[in-house]
Antibody
């Protein structure tokens, strides 16, 4: 069974940093693209960042470009999202999700999410 | 950037009735369209990919259709567990993989 488990969320002050992790199991992690998607309280889904299976290609939404960095450790089956210069509008539940072999794919499954709150 | 527009925002349906949800893309996305279901406090769940292929374990009452810019998700006979928010997502052009704003299916 494919499982994704996020961690690392919490309360952080504006301008601060946070690193999210997503531990994957049940599939050949290095073969699949992965993405981070967030959902602000009471709002819809916003794709944040994606990474190819090898880690060689990364993609970002304009809203986080230059502030967030996606990476992966295929030896540890773990996906990361380094978030710097955090703003109040980054407050959301952050989900990691498994893509297909290509970065251009649907997302299945999704982790349970981790809440990031940016507030003073 | 491709914009995905879902309609209606809210759909009130009685159990056992048919529900039809729409998703429109601002430019063609071919058949690279997925549908997700999200219940309160839960992560989204993939229902449909490739515009019309049901994901593993998804009941046959869920069906998807369309291509290009117009797509439809149909729930043939609503069950109590189907009341949720539904999102469409295009994955034809990245970045980003854009989502629609969602349609809430509520009990009438």
């Amino acid at each position: 069974e494919v499982q994704l488990l996020e961690s690392g969320g919490g309360l952080v002050q504006p301008g601060g940093s946070l690193r999210l992790s997503c531990a994957a199991s049940g599939f050949t992690f290095s073969s699949y693209a992965m993405s981070w998607v967030r959902q602000a309280p009471g709002k819809g889904l916003e794709w944040v960042s994606g990474i190819s299976g090898s880690g060689g290609n990364t993609y970002y939404a304009d809203s986080v470009k230059g502030r967030f960095t996606i990476s992966r450790d295929n030896s540890k089956n773990t996906l990361f999202l380094q978030m710097n210069s955090l703003r109040a509008e980054d407050t959301a539940v952050y989900y990691c999700a498994k893509g297909d072999y290509s970065i251009l794919s649907w997302l299945d499954p999704w982790g349970q999410g981790t809440l990031v709150t940016v507030s003073s | 950037e491709i914009v995905m527009t879902q309609s209606p925002a809210t759909l009130s349906v009685s159990p056992g009735e048919r529900a039809t949800l729409s998703c429109r893309a601002s430019q063609s996305v071919s058949s690279d369209l997925a549908w997700y279901q999200q219940k309160p406090g839960q992560a989204p769940r993939l229902l449909i990919y490739g515009a019309s292929t049901r994901a593993t374990g998804i009941p046959a009452r869920f069906s998807g259709s369309g291509s290009g810019t117009e797509f439809t998700l149909t729930i043939s006979s609503l069950q109590s567990e189907d009341f949720a928010v539904y999102y469409c997502q295009q994955y034809n052009k990245w970045p980003p993989g854009t989502f629609g704003q969602g349609t809430k299916v509520e009990i009438k």
